[in-house]
């Protein structure tokens, strides 16, 4: 492995556990999140996010996204993964997982913990941080890839960003839902590419 460092900075919900299986396949040491019920995350993230990063060689979820910048400056040549997924289906899954309680991670991040009641702000918090991401990198597309899981990227896309071998077993899906979502979308293209149409209802 090399000193290249990987950050996955999607939003949680998008696919990142997904992401960090698959990076452990490729033989990345991969950090989670932390800091979850810290109070003082505001205040202490950076310093923990650079030190924690200096020990792996890859991290996602929480609140890896959100200092992004931080990391960037920090480990300059450095690959970042945004995962992302329709607002509606990721906003959708945030409120299942998560509404009904809070974290001081969410407080930090989107202004209020609890998702269930506060759809608009959140929505406005993920759509935000997307295109901050993809503005950042605007003049450096070698350095970002947009990751769209649910929409069938795979080994081919992370693995040709990352220019590693492919390996030879099918891409991790952590969610089983959004597993039956990438393999419809997957048939679908394979219709389309032999020519036989859409399947029928």
């Not at 990142?16 to 698959?22: C, G």
């Not at 452990?24 to 019920?37: E, I, S, T």
């Not at 996602?60 to 995962?83: E, H, Y």
Request: hydrophobic fraction near 40%; include cysteine; charged fraction near 25%.
């Amino acid at each position: 492995m090399t000193n290249q460092k990987v950050f996955g900075i999607g939003f949680h919900k998008t696919g990142t556990t997904s992401l960090a299986r698959a990076l452990r396949v490729l033989g990345y040491r991969v950090a989670g999140p932390f800091g979850v019920h810290d109070a003082d995350i505001s205040a202490t993230v950076v310093a923990r996010a650079i030190e924690t990063a200096g020990e792996w060689d890859a991290a996602q979820d929480n609140p890896w996204p959100i200092v992004f910048r931080d990391l960037d400056r920090a480990f300059p040549g450095s690959k970042f993964i945004l995962t992302t997924r329709v607002t509606d289906d990721w906003l959708r899954s945030v409120v299942r997982h998560f509404g009904g309680t809070t974290t001081p991670m969410r407080e930090w991040v989107y202004g209020v913990g609890d998702p269930a009641g506060n759809e608009s702000v959140y929505r406005e918090r993920y759509e935000r941080h997307n295109r901050g991401v993809v503005e950042y990198f605007a003049e450096r597309p070698q350095d970002l890839l947009v990751f769209r899981l649910a929409d069938g990227d795979g080994w081919e896309e992370l693995c040709g960003f990352l220019g590693v071998a492919v390996p030879e077993q099918p891409f991790p899906h952590a969610n089983a839902r959004g597993e039956r979502s990438t393999m419809r979308v997957l048939t679908r293209r394979a219709r389309r590419i032999l020519g036989l149409g859409p399947r029928r209802p």
